[in-house]
């Protein structure tokens, strides 16, 4: 089992709709981070957290840390959306190194 | 937020040749920096962890002697990739952390292709 595993792997959807990809991880963390990967490779932080709720625009981030377990909400999706979103935690005895998720490929279409 | 850079963004080298990649931190003093490799429809895999200053700690199963980091200073930290070989084709990314914060500020990456 890995650490941190991410659902869907793959998600379609149409432009306006809400968004979640979830992730679970098993070990006692730090911090979790989600971040964007656009085609071409760079990389984009979008929330670090470690509890609660953050919201920046149309994105949300939420984390439970008794259920090990994240969202991310996109709310009104949009063909710019269309990304890996990864999910990465720090554990609590290794600090800001990271173990990824293996990533959902989003696919929001006009 | 924080900005990382990398340069080059893409590099094309023949079999045997080594390169350079470059990472510096735009805004503010990394005080550690970290090299991932990344292969197609793969997640990010953990090379190495640099410290300024300091020799970088090598994940397990990472040569260090073909994968050669130098973080000689707060904003720059380099990895050398010597007597590259196809194989080793691949996207490299670098992320910054500054302070005692847990936040990591990732560099853009850069394609690397050997011939």
């Known amino acids: 089992k890995n650490e941190v595993e991410q659902s869907p792997q793959n998600l379609t959807a149409q432009e306006g709709e809400f968004i979640t990809i979830n992730c679970s991880y098993s070990?006692?963390?730090?911090?979790l981070h989600w971040l964007q990967q656009h085609p071409g490779g760079g990389i984009v932080s979008l929330f670090m957290?470690?509890?609660g709720k953050k919201k920046h625009g149309r994105l949300i981030a939420t984390i439970n840390i008794q259920e090990k377990h994240s969202s991310l909400h996109i709310t009104a999706s949009h063909p710019r959306d269309s990304a890996v979103y990864i999910c990465a935690v720090g554990s609590e005895t290794s600090g800001s190194r990271l173990t990824f998720g293996e990533g959902t490929q989003l696919t929001v279409n006009p | 937020g924080a900005v990382v850079s990398q340069h080059p963004s893409r590099v094309i080298c023949k079999s045997g040749t080594s390169v350079k990649i470059e990472c510096r931190s735009l805004?503010?003093?990394?005080?550690?920096m970290f090299w991932y490799r990344q292969f197609p429809k793969q997640s990010l895999m953990l090379m190495a962890t640099?410290?300024?200053?300091?020799?970088?700690?090598?994940e397990q199963g990472v040569e260090k002697d073909k994968f050669l980091i130098n973080h000689a200073s707060l904003t720059l930290s380099t990895l050398t990739v010597t007597s590259a070989h196809p194989e080793d084709s691949s996207f490299y990314i670098c992320s910054a952390r500054g302070g005692e914060s847990y936040e990591q500020y990732f560099g853009p990456g850069t394609r690397l292709t050997v011939t």
């Open positions: 957290l470690s509890s």
């Open positions: 640099s410290n300024e200053g300091s020799k970088a700690t090598y």
């Open positions: 805004d503010f003093q990394a005080t550690t």
């Open positions: 070990v006692g963390i730090s911090a």
